[in-house]
């Protein structure tokens, strides 16, 4: 047999009559009146065989298989009419004739019932409460749950987009199947008393996207961790004996440099924006606390200086910044450049790091909004975590030495493109 799929309003009349062929046609009944359900009216040519019994119709739905020893309907009449469908799932069927003998035909073509997409309920937000004042620079954003009038959606990644008011500039654009209904504000990416305002919308399995949440407002504090605003944590400054790219100046005195002791004593790292660079200035460097990292007991490298994040403002929007990173110690020969952020987790960064020969420093491409930028989004600023680790044996495979341990396919950054598409909603 041979399945068509007929308009809604094409009347019996119409419907031609092509021998061992299915005709179907479908009827929604209203939400109001059924519960938000529909039915499917099925019609095909009767058989002519004497011993003709009647017919079998089986329905499955998405990808599911037929189950033939459990038709959901059956009779002589060569029409029939299937109720209480969901509006939004998709149905397949089939029909079957069979005679008086128990014998059964092979399947007739198959038709589909195609479902209606059911769009996601708009994310609200819960915190931090519209026009909230004085927060951390690293402010966890937080959205009420997945909803959706499809049971058979469920939440898949949501997008956070955050933007500086006074000028509408994107400062953030992560989209993430991780952190779904909560972020952590990366560090760097927000500045100190400053107004912002941001929004979230949600994905669905079933390739579904939900309306933008309201926009929500906050200004943060100031953090009182550099009063002296030289962009590196007043804890963490050098003194004025320390020269690691070893130019006869101190590296507390140069404008192209930003360096940082790290924690427990263990050394310094500096940051440079070499000629040519594409940096225009290195706004800000501090040393990252590995306790504040998430399951800390299972950080895949063993790193020396830990890890760094630099803020850089970049020349050219979009463009690809070079910096030199100098360390205390040498480098050991087996140690990658790595990076860590909440979105992507550990990441082998050795694909854009060229180590010198004394291991005294790299060399590092970062792209605005691209590869190696934390806030995903091209603004002219790039937000990087990053430092010289070595991998543990937990981390090592046997047939790959890579030490790669990106998850690309569970989470992504987002933006892209040429800044913040939605900044009109923040004005």
């Keep these: 047999m041979k399945l068509f799929v007929l308009p809604d309003n094409l009347t019996p009349a119409t419907r031609l009559r092509l021998g061992l062929v299915l005709l179907v046609w479908f009827l929604v009944v209203p939400a109001c009146l059924c519960q938000a359900s529909r ?3 099925l019609a095909w040519d009767a058989n002519q065989e004497a011993t003709l019994m009647g017919y079998r119709v089986f329905c499955r739905q998405g990808s599911d298989v037929y189950h033939y020893a459990q038709p959901v309907w059956e009779g002589a009449a060569a029409t029939c009419t299937l109720s209480g469908l969901d509006e939004y799932t998709d149905y397949a069927f089939v029909v079957r004739a069979y005679d008086l003998y128990g014998s059964q035909s092979a399947d007739s073509d198959e038709v589909w019932l195609y479902g209606q997409t059911a769009i996601p309920g708009q994310p609200a937000v819960t915190s931090p409460q519209n026009d909230a004042r004085d927060l951390f620079l690293t402010p966890v954003l937080q959205t009420t749950p997945f909803r959706s009038p499809d049971t058979g959606d469920q939440h898949l990644r949501t997008q956070w987009v955050v933007t500086r008011v006074s000028d509408g500039l994107c400062v953030l654009d992560l989209t993430s199947s991780s952190c779904l209904t909560e972020l ?8 100190a008393d400053t107004r912002y305002s941001w929004v979230a919308r ?7 996207l939900s309306e933008w949440s309201s926009p929500s407002r906050f200004i943060t504090g100031e953090s009182g961790l550099d009063e002296d605003g030289n962009g590196v944590p007043d804890d963490q400054e050098v003194g004025m004996a320390v020269d690691l790219d070893n130019n006869a100046i101190a590296d507390a005195d140069q404008d192209d440099l930003r360096c940082v002791n790290v924690p427990e004593g263990a050394g310094q790292v500096a940051v440079c924006a070499p ?12 040393s990252t606390d590995l306790a504040t990292i998430d399951a800390l007991d299972q950080i895949p ?7 760094v994040s630099f803020r850089l403002e970049l020349e050219r929007t979009g463009g690809i910044a070079t910096v030199r990173v100098y360390f205390s110690e040498p480098a050991p020969q087996a140690a990658r450049w790595v990076k860590h952020d909440i979105i992507n987790g550990w990441q082998d960064y050795s694909a854009h790091a060229v180590f010198a020969h004394d ?9 605005d909004g691209g590869f190696g930028d934390a806030d995903g989004v091209e603004n002219g600023i790039v ?10 044996s937990a981390a090592m495979s046997p047939e790959d030495d890579s030490h790669s341990l990106t998850d690309t396919s569970s989470s992504s950054s987002g933006g892209g493109g040429g800044g913040c598409f939605i900044s009109a909603l923040s004005n």
Excluded: C, F, M, N
């Design 202 to 208: 949600y994905y669905g399995v079933k390739g579904t």
């Design 383 to 392: 937000i990087d975590p990053a430092g010289y680790g070595v991998a543990t």
């Design 184 to 191: 952590d504000v990366p560090p760097l990416v927000l500045e």
């Design 275 to 286: 000629d040519g660079g594409g940096v225009a200035r290195i706004s800000a460097l501090e």
């Design 39 to 41: 039915q499917v009216t």
């Design 301 to 307: 490298y063993d790193l020396p200086l830990g890890l």
């Design 359 to 367: 291991r005294l420093s790299v060399e590092v491409e970062i792209q």
